[in-house]
């Protein structure tokens, strides 16, 4: 069996730089090697709403947003499976049967599921705080709680060899792992055990958002998206957070934890400096500049938006043409869905087959029994 790749994003808003560092700029890189006999980029709809359930509209609205996004960084429909989770039902049925292969216990230990939780505001599953945690702050739903499992459907169900994704998502492959281990030892070798394929510059495992956070995220307002405008993206880059000891210019100043060069880091390349900071040969030698003081926060960030702003220039044109074209989106989606659905529902079969329950299916057990009760009467 060839390489597969399955790897996606919840619709609650339009991806940001993090998502592109991340995941998606690797996933375009990826789909042009040719190494892949097969690529599904799935928009996680019914996972959002997981935690949106009082919100569907957001979830709706944003199905397009994210489709938009896709394509304009470079996914291509012809060889890449873009579709939409909810349009698979198998995917609802594999992960119901998953749940019987994970403890309650060995959920609430997912560092990820743990942090999620902590950054929506759900009450903690402590008996002795859940009348006191009920009346503060909303619980934490079953299916968002569960959702680990949900992932291990959506990755087993393409028989996904790898999965792009940040440092974050390591947890949750990791259960994935434990979930294919179960099966396959429980039912026989069915299920293919997946890999993470992180980014390959540090920068990129998690960018921070502007305002110096561990993580860029819409909910906490410091993202630069991939449609933001040219303009946005100065406002956003000359409030950005940097070293808060560099006061003066003759200062010395920080490179780590400064988010500014932990963007250049991300962003620049050498071919950048010519072009728009011709004073410097490098990004090493930059770096050594600021450190040693006598260069200003601004200059750096004049770079930073000029770098940043040829990157997505060519992603702004592509989403310009296809905001023009929003039934075509939609057509590419549905075909992506009926042959996602397709490939799911093939492991679906197998994985009935392995546990026992493909009763019609099975010729043997009904002439069997058939002839067993002939011969009782």
Known sequence: MGKIILTGDR????????????????????Q?????????????????????????????????????????AGLDPERSTLFIQSQVPELCELAFYYMNLVTVQRLQRNPTVKAEIQLRGFAENNAEEEETAAQQRPGTPVGFFTYPISQASDITAFRATTVPAGEDQEPMIEQTREIVHKFNSVYGETLVE????????????????TDGKAKMSKSLGNCIYLSDSADEVKKKVMTMFTDPDHLRVEDPGKVEGNT???????????EHFPKYLPDYASLDELKAHYRRGGL????????LIAVLNETLEPIRERRRYFE????????????????????AAQTLNDVRRAMRIDYFEDGELIASQAEAYKNKA
């Open 194 to 209: 997946p890999e993470i394929l992180l980014p390959d510059n540090a920068a990129c495992l998690r960018l921070p958002g």
């Open 296 to 303: 200003g926060d601004v200059k750096v960030k004049r770079f």
């Open 32 to 72: 042009n090697s040719g190494q892949f006999e097969k690529i599904f980029v799935m928009i996680a709809d019914a996972q959002a709403l997981t935690d949106n359930a009082d919100n569907p509209e957001k979830v709706r609205q944003n199905i397009v947003e994210v489709a938009l996004d896709y394509l304009s």
């Open 11 to 30: 619709p609650t808003g339009k991806l940001h730089l993090g998502h592109y560092v991340g995941s998606l700029r690797r996933r375009v890189e990826l």
């Open 260 to 270: 500014v060069f932990t963007y250049l880091d991300a962003f620049s390349r050498p």
């Open 324 to 343: 023009q074209r929003i039934e075509e989106v939609y057509a590419v989606l549905r075909t992506g869905s009926e042959q996602a659905r397709r490939e």
